[in-house]
């Protein structure tokens, strides 16, 4: 459930802008069925370039319903000079917020303001026309990101799905994202690194030296007529008995180093330290 | 806010009223530990071993091959682990696009390469435009190689049933094991394990009226089979951790209600959910069934309202206290539609705007016919904002 404020409900609810306007002065559409929200903003100047009445259809969620109503309250009455100064955040600071993961319904509505204005003043509309599309599935332009990592200090992709949706589908493009946060912050675009593989979980280790007593030193010992058992192992410390002859034979220290902790290190992990607890058990 | 009418079931359910006072005395008095040799602990072990029967009659199965866990993803999750523990030279692993997250995300991190672990080959079988898996195509996915094969019982999106007798059977002619997600089907459909080839079933307590935290895996006498939680003797040594007598003995009371409603799923429940479809589809221009008619869960339907978005379906809906889901992207904090949706290829302009009822027993007529008279024009309503759909539904006209 969406945490939604009682103005954005309200604006939901009960829009007052919704409709068409008969061959309209700007006509704008942003966004499209696909991507799951798309918004049409019809506006009608009088002789002095000031919008006398505006009117919005939208296809879309709560917030972008109340979104599109609140951006034809925000510019009615206003003239095209004021209106153009219109920005998302007024948007949402008129619905009293928005969750975060749809602060990007706040941008359609400054998006539909700004092509709308650009048609009008036979400007090309940058956010759409200049730049490259950076996210596929949304087709947001890296101008567009630019400008909003820019104008709302944004730092993650995440932060920047939340406001363009780019990123949010397929996720292919999150390293050029990264690379237009990085650049907006004056920061080397971040290199491509591999991380260091995770250490080993203790079930897997345990199975590991497992693998490695049975495999490959159990056999040694054997041919020896002795033997070796994992009694236990606490993170690198790996617990082991000797049997037979090796429980017995004064070298056995030097076989265990020699021959268990070597072939651990060499097979498991190099700083695994092996212990003799056989004597214990063996007393025990 | 006037009164709930909860079409919303394969979500989650109403707790039964029968189940609470099954479960109070074990949350107030009767708190002992099963494993306890003293008469007020153990004596607590037998209502456990009741529930479990309950459990094995809903299932028609053995009672010790029932173990309890604490939700549906945790049964999903052991018997996936168990397969590929206990047959460690099988590399593939066989699944639909269609799985619930419990199955399908765990088999897509089991696809990734993960350090220490070499990644499994993993298959998605598509399913067809009514969400229907074809035989052929799943036949063809089996090798030598398959360590596991998961296979939803019923999709909890479209309520689509899948043939897992069919499925079971060839798993069995190549020696495969079978586990099956089986949430949103118990209860809802007969199921006899006995005569049905399912090695493991994973099923979750609180889509049938008990409470959230408590499912059951079913593994089949004769399965080989590796513990997820390890830790003391419980379950037969099959999942450590103390039993949760209250949780499971509401489990039991919810089995023994199941099993005698089943009928009712199955006659009452399916015309009800039969009446607000037909009604939905008569009423709503542009409206489409999402799923095969006829091979479904008797409680489930699923229907897109083209050009018009879901989330705002719903919270209108949610004015008159009518409670339901959608696949819309809105609505799961994702910004695509339903991966089931998409995999059936409904298209965009439907999937953002499909709405899931799922009914209960607890639903009444009179519940159907409130949403047969409210949502037509909150549908009309959405229509008249949205800048899409008026030439191609006066077309369709």
Redesign the interface.
């Given at each position: 459930m969406?945490d939604y404020t009682e103005k954005v409900?309200q604006h939901?609810?009960h829009?007052k802008n919704?409709?068409e306007i008969p061959k309209p002065d700007l006509d704008a559409?942003v966004g499209n069925?696909?991507?799951?929200?798309?918004?049409?903003l019809m506006v009608r100047l009088d002789g002095a370039d000031r919008i006398a009445d505006a009117k919005f259809?939208?296809?879309?969620?709560?917030s972008?319903?109340a979104s599109s109503d609140a951006l034809i309250e925000l510019i009615k009455g206003k003239t095209l000079d004021e209106a153009a100064g219109i920005t998302n955040d007024d948007i949402a600071a008129y619905l009293g917020g928005l969750p975060e993961?749809k602060m990007h319904c706040s941008v359609m509505g400054m998006e539909a303001l700004q092509k709308a204005l650009a048609q009008y003043r036979h400007q090309p509309f940058a956010l759409e026309t200049e730049g490259q599309v950076v996210c596929k599935?949304?087709g947001v332009t890296d101008k567009l990101i630019d400008k909003v990592v820019r104008e709302q200090h944004l730092h993650t992709v995440e932060e920047v799905?939340h406001f363009t949706?780019a990123g949010?589908?397929c996720r292919g493009c999150h390293r050029e994202i990264e690379a237009i946060i990085a650049k907006v912050h004056g920061q080397p675009a971040p290199a491509p690194q591999a991380k260091p593989?995770?250490p080993?979980?203790n079930l897997?280790r345990i199975n590991r030296i497992q693998e490695v007593l049975a495999g490959e030193v159990r056999p040694l010992l054997q041919a020896d007529g002795g033997d070796v058992e994992l009694v236990d192992v606490d993170g690198k410390r790996v617990q082991v008995a000797f049997r037979g002859h090796c429980a017995w034979c004064p070298v056995s220290d030097v076989t265990l180093k020699g021959a268990v902790q070597a072939k651990l290190r060499e097979l498991v992990d190099p700083e695994i330290v092996v212990e003799d607890v056989g004597e214990h058990l063996t007393n025990g | 806010m006037s009164k709930i009418i909860y079409l919303d079931n394969n979500a989650t359910s109403a707790v039964a009223p029968e189940v609470v006072d099954a479960m109070t005395p074990f949350l107030r008095d009767l708190y002992g530990n099963p494993s306890s040799i003293h008469t007020f602990g153990g004596q607590v072990a037998r209502h456990v071993e009741q529930a479990r029967e309950s459990l094995a009659a809903l299932l028609g199965a053995d009672p010790t091959e029932i173990i309890f866990t604490s939700c549906g993803t945790e049964s999903d999750s052991t018997a996936i682990r168990s397969a590929l523990a206990c047959y460690p030279d099988r590399r593939h692993v066989v699944t639909t696009r269609v799985e619930h997250p419990a199955v399908r995300n765990l088999c897509q991190w089991l696809g990734q390469p993960v350090p220490g672990r070499a990644p499994y080959r993993v298959t998605e079988l598509p399913v067809d435009s009514q969400g229907m898996l074809g035989l052929d195509e799943f036949k063809a996915a089996l090798d030598d190689d398959t360590a596991i094969v998961s296979v939803m019982w019923a999709n909890n999106e479209t309520g689509v049933l899948f043939p897992v007798d069919e499925i079971g059977a060839l798993c069995r002619e190549r020696g495969l094991l079978f586990h099956t997600d089986a949430v949103q089907a118990v209860g809802k459909v007969p199921i006899n394990l006995a005569k049905q080839p399912v090695d493991m079933l994973a099923l979750s307590g609180h889509k049938l009226h008990a409470p959230k935290g408590v499912g059951a895996l079913y593994v089949r006498r004769g399965t080989r089979f590796a513990p997820y939680l390890m830790g003391g003797h419980q379950e037969n040594n099959r999942r450590g951790g103390t039993e949760s007598v209250p949780l499971i003995v509401g489990l039991g009371k919810a089995a023994e209600l199941a099993l005698r409603n089943l009928k009712q799923e199955q006659t009452r429940v399916r015309a009800l959910r039969d009446r607000l479809e037909k009604g939905l589809l008569a009423k709503a221009p542009g409206a489409r069934l999402n799923g095969h008619p006829d091979h479904r869960l008797p409680n489930t339907t699923n229907v897109s309202f083209e050009y018009v978005e879901g989330e705002a379906i719903l919270l209108m809906l949610d004015q008159y206290g009518i409670c339901a889901s959608s696949g819309s992207a809105c609505t799961t904090g994702s910004l695509e539609p339903s991966h089931v949706l998409r995999a059936m290829g409904v298209p965009f302009t439907a999937a953002h705007g499909s709405v899931r009822f799922s009914l209960s027993v607890y639903n009444t007529p009179e519940e159907i016919e409130t949403v047969l008279e409210v949502l037509p024009p909150i549908i009309r309503r959405l229509r008249e904002i949205s800048p899409f759909g008026r030439e191609q539904l006066a077309a369709a006209k």
């Open positions: 969406w409900k939901f609810l829009p919704t409709g559409t069925i696909t991507c799951g929200d798309a918004l049409r259809q939208t296809f879309g969620c709560a972008a319903i993961a599935c949304f799905t949706k949010g589908g593989p995770p080993m979980t897997q | -």
